[in-house]
């Protein structure tokens, strides 16, 4: 409650933490009145700079000068009552409103001026320095186009106040300006420090970010663009504060030869057209789309259909029609109110440009087919790093290649890839000419290393079984060349690589090398372990280790034996793992102990931090999967430490995403997304290929979701299924069961467009769907009812038809045949397909009969008496009142249901709605009541329809009977009784209705 001056305050405090958006925005709005019910300046002052600062924020930056007129009316009656910080704020805000006013075309440029002298005059009053008014005076010129060269100099000469724009954003409009002259290698000169995140504020360096992409892209600084598009994007992204900023990704990425990426981001933010509070950032926004638009256009994809301004369907020549006609306009206007042809010009040099590059600028990120699914990934962009240089020598470049693979840097993978290169072309001649071809080795061991590559690629793309055949290939080779400890290890992998294909886990605990863990995402048939052979393996390890003159392996040959049975012993006890608290089985888990302990020891003592981890991470997992999770968290941030510190953070992606599913699992949702998102950025860094990448998107899709971060998780859950979608026809059931996820979840938030094309795209894939294929029965059901939201009758109708089909082979849960049934019959009716309709509505009924669905049948019904007099009139009163009596005995001859009460009253309902239409008004009201009293067997969950069904019956009584007095009285007392229930919507209505009878 809002009744003392401390719960406003208290409620100030608590809007200012959340985010900006618009339930903040209305807060502030609610909160302003609130604080007016107080004599009081300072909360007054309080609300009304929380409300400016929401505005500001909001894209709503035109309603900034109402507000902050009260403000200085308040600054002006009683300044004793501010506060330090309010008192500050006072003078900050003259430049918000400065930036609103120039922004707005409506005001003219007069009044714009008259704003700078005012605060001009309270500067030189208050005995502030004039620097933030020259800077006002500076960005006007820059507007307008007129004497821009001096007005800069006269702000950037003087010295910065504490009044002064922050250093980041100083640094920005310095910057922009020598864009706007032509001079982008000295604008991102200028720009360093804040690209670099060295000064930084709450906009800073994400608007800069968005500014600087096309002076990188036109200074060739192609990394830098790329990471500027990924850092600043994720932050842009849906906010209707940065509606410039998403215009200004949007032209990067059409300039960028990334036109996909380009109407994917555009999908994701199409609610901002509707961003109508900074005119200024408007026209930028629609500029910015209009350069990809036109674009496609050109390019000869008119028809291409596109995300718009929602409420209709848009194609790129008609989506293009529409961006010119408003932002030519909207120029317009600004260069009418300025009287120069600024803004405008501005405009048409942006459209006239062309793309920059002459292949596309790879990303790093996944573009959707379908644009209205908005696959962005949520991984956070990272400085982009410099690579392992390849040694001209070829000697040179093998050595190194194995010095990297030995620390699992992901640079060997590129290396050994020139090196394959190399031998292909050159043969033995490489070999036999390198620096030092004795420290090289053999041509026959480089085929066995190359084999050994192979089969890593192969794993890496989960073709086990080809990865096998080549490891054992490889093992072969390796004991030609008298490599016995190089054979062992490829051989021991191959023993384990099949399983990995069949990984029962979420998560990996492997270092990505192949040592018997590829990073699965999905389960499949589980094999046994060949725990002879795994055994054999490790007795002549032993053996080779004490072989006289020295060990004929090396270390880490050693060690991974060790990891491959390790990863044998993990993958059999998470099969045998009972749902906790229940102890696992006592071989496998003393198996377990063994291996792991095993593993863990020999790295320890040969140093190999690498090795030392994985074998923590096997732990941690089994830990976290048994519901250790405190011991699982603690057991992974001391491996993220010790890889950290010892110099090899590109093993680090495994051990975050293992943390951030430990973290979800103990419902610590908002560190689980953070920590995942850390995982996901240092796979993408080291080009991690073989990290299981769609798996921690699903896990981050569910940790936003039960944050409530509903976009987030659409985005998540948008790229796991993406991901899956690389794997083939391996991942084709997880993708599918991650888009019903998806299609959920973009139904809960109200947008069931898009979840119907995602559920349009897991169909698309059903034509092999058995009967008994539940997954694509639920898509096609969820389906079904998302056109029938849309208003698309006629295909939901189809959907269900389609369905009933597939049903008909089931042999369980074979209610689903009514209600499927009973929902494509009104489908069909409101598709206007009556013949079909009443045939799926006799369907219906006879499965009631076997397979009882009350409420379904019973809706069903009574949306056919009412689509019956709608369309017919008093004509269709008979069939409409046929269908009521088919409902109530279906009720009747159904079981006693907990709800019989709404289904009782809701046919009485529709019959007195049937009876008005037709004019039989005494018997309307009867019905009427009928229903109120009906309700009142449902206690307070029917008021709501309790309340409709009084409207009606006051309708009926005081317009059609003309009895007013009855029929006002008869609101007078269910507004009452509304609004002691809480029912405050229901009551304005009955209220409304109320006031016009009386009329």
Not at 381 to 410: I, M, N, S
Request: some cysteine; hydrophobic content about 45%; aromatic content about 6%.
């Amino acid at each position: 409650m809002l009744d003392t001056i401390d719960a406003v305050m208290a409620a100030l405090r608590d809007n200012d933490a959340r985010p900006y958006g618009r339930p903040r925005t209305v807060t502030a709005e609610e909160l302003v009145d609130a604080a007016d019910r107080f004599d009081d300046t300072g909360l007054r002052a309080m609300a009304l700079l929380e409300l400016m600062e929401a505005y500001e924020y909001d894209g709503e930056r035109s309603k900034a000068p109402v507000v902050f007129a009260r403000v200085l009316k308040l600054w002006d009656a009683d300044r004793g009552s501010f506060g330090e910080w309010a008192s500050q704020q006072v003078f900050w805000r003259f430049k918000w409103v400065a930036t609103s006013l120039l922004g707005t075309p409506d005001v003219p440029l007069a009044s714009v001026r008259r704003w700078h002298g005012e605060m001009r005059d309270r500067y030189r009053a208050a005995g502030h320095d004039l620097q933030p008014y020259y800077a006002q005076r500076f960005h006007l010129a820059a507007h307008i186009g007129e004497d821009v060269q001096d007005a800069y100099e006269l702000w950037a000469a003087r010295p910065r106040t504490e009044l002064s724009d922050c250093h980041a954003c100083e640094v920005r409009a310095a910057a922009s300006h020598l864009v706007r002259q032509g001079d982008d290698a000295a604008a991102l000169d200028a720009w360093r420090p804040v690209l670099s995140g060295e000064s930084t504020c709450a906009e800073e360096p994400h608007v800069s970010h968005a500014q600087a992409l096309l002076p990188l892209l036109r200074q060739g600084r192609l990394d830098e663009a790329r990471s500027s598009h990924l850092v600043g994007y994720r932050f842009a992204r849906g906010k209707s504060g940065l509606v410039r900023s998403v215009g200004q990704h949007i032209e990067f990425c059409a300039l960028s030869g990334n036109e996909p990426r380009g109407l994917e981001i555009l999908a994701e933010n199409r609610d901002l057209f509707g961003v109508t509070g900074d005119p200024s950032g408007r026209l930028d926004f629609l500029t910015g789309v209009e350069v990809l638009i036109a674009g496609l256009a050109r390019a000869g994809h008119g028809e291409l259909t596109v995300s718009g301004p929602p409420g209709r369907s848009w194609t790129v020549d008609t989506l293009l029609a529409h961006l010119r006609t408003e932002a030519d306009a909207l120029a317009a206007r600004f260069d009418a109110r300025n009287g120069t042809a600024a803004v405008g010009s501005r405009r048409r040099d942006r459209l006239a440009r062309r793309p920059l590059l002459a292949e596309p600028l790879a990303l790093g990120v996944r573009a959707s087919a379908a644009p209205e699914l908005a696959a962005v990934p949520v991984v956070p962009a990272v400085p982009v790093r410099e690579v392992e240089p390849e040694p001209e020598d070829f000697g040179a470049l093998v050595l190194r290649a194995r010095e990297l693979q030995l620390l699992g840097h992901p640079d060997a993978d590129r290396l050994w890839r020139r090196i394959g290169e190399r031998f292909t072309a050159g043969g033995e001649a490489e070999v036999t000419g390198a620096a030092d071809p004795d420290r090289v080795g053999t041509a026959g061991q480089l085929r066995a290393e190359l084999a050994e590559r192979r089969a890593h690629a192969a794993l890496d793309r989960e073709d086990w079984e080809e990865g096998a055949a080549e490891l054992r290939g490889a093992g072969d080779l390796f004991e030609r060349e008298g490599l016995a400890g190089r054979a062992l290890a490829a051989r021991t992998r191959a023993l384990v690589a099949v399983l990995v294909g069949n990984d029962p886990g979420d998560g990996d605990a492997s270092d990505g090398d192949g040592d018997g863990s590829g990073g699965s995402d999905a389960a499949g048939t589980a094999r046994a372990v060949d725990w002879a052979a795994l055994d054999a393996a490790l007795a002549l390890a032993d053996e080779l280790a004490a072989a006289p003159g020295g060990p004929a392996l090396a270390d880490d040959d050693y060690l991974v034996v060790l990891q491959c049975r390790a990863y044998a012993a993990h993958h059999e006890l998470v099969l045998a793992l009972p749902e906790p608290p229940e102890e696992p089985p006592a071989e496998q888990a003393g198996r377990f102990a063994r291996t792991v302990t095993a593993y863990r020891e020999a790295a320890a003592a040969r140093g190999s931090v690498r090795r030392l981890t994985v074998a923590r991470q096997y732990a941690a997992d089994v830990a976290a999967r048994q519901g250790r999770i405190t011991e699982a968290a603690e057991e992974l941030r001391t491996v993220i430490a010790e890889l950290e510190q010892a110099g090899q953070p590109w093993h680090t992606p495994r051990a975050y995403g293992l943390l951030g599913q430990a973290l979800l699992q103990n419902g610590e949702q908002a560190e689980a997304v953070e920590v995942l998102h850390r995982a996901l950025a240092a796979a993408a860094r080291w080009a991690d290929e073989s990290y299981p990448f769609a798996a921690t998107y699903l896990m981050a899709g569910h940790a936003s979701a039960h944050l409530g971060d509903t976009g987030a998780a659409i985005r998540a859950l948008s790229e796991a299924a993406g991901r899956f979608d690389r794997k083939g026809p391996a991942g084709a059931g997880d993708a599918a069961r991650t888009r019903l996820q998806l299609a959920d979840l973009l139904s809960t938030a109200d947008r069931p467009a898009d979840a119907v094309a995602v559920l349009e795209s897991v169909l698309a894939d059903a034509a092999g769907a058995g009967p008994e294929d539940r997954l694509f029965a639920q898509a096609r059901l969820d389906l079904a009812r998302g056109l029938f939201t849309l208003d698309e009758y006629r295909d939901s109708a189809e959907e269900y038809l389609r369905l009933a089909t597939a049903l008909e082979g089931w042999t369980e849960d074979l209610h689903l045949r009514t209600m499927v049934a009973a929902e494509a019959a009104v489908a069909l009716a409101l598709a206007d397909r009556w013949e079909a309709a009443h045939a799926a509505r006799s369907r219906a009924l006879a499965a009631q009969e076997q397979w009882p669905q009350t409420g379904p049948v019973s809706a069903m019904l009574r949306q056919f008496a009412r689509l019956v007099v709608q369309q017919e009139g008093p004509d269709g009163l008979e069939q409409a009142l046929a269908r009521l009596a088919e409902a109530d005995a279906v009720r009747e001859r159904a079981e006693p249901e907990a709800d019989a009460w709404y289904l009782r009253a809701s046919v009485h309902y529709e019959r007195a709605r049937a009876y008005a239409v037709a004019d039989r008004y005494e018997e309307a009201l009867t019905e009427a009541d009928l229903a109120i009293t009906a309700y009142e067997a449902g206690g307070e969950r029917a008021e709501t329809p309790r309340a409709e069904a009084v409207r009606l019956a006051a309708l009926i009584e005081g317009t059609d009977l003309g009895r007013p007095a009855a029929a006002r009285q008869r609101l007078a007392a269910a507004v009452e009784r509304c609004r002691a229930y809480g029912l405050e919507e229901a009551a304005e209505i009955l209220a409304d209705l109320r006031e016009r009878l009386a009329d």
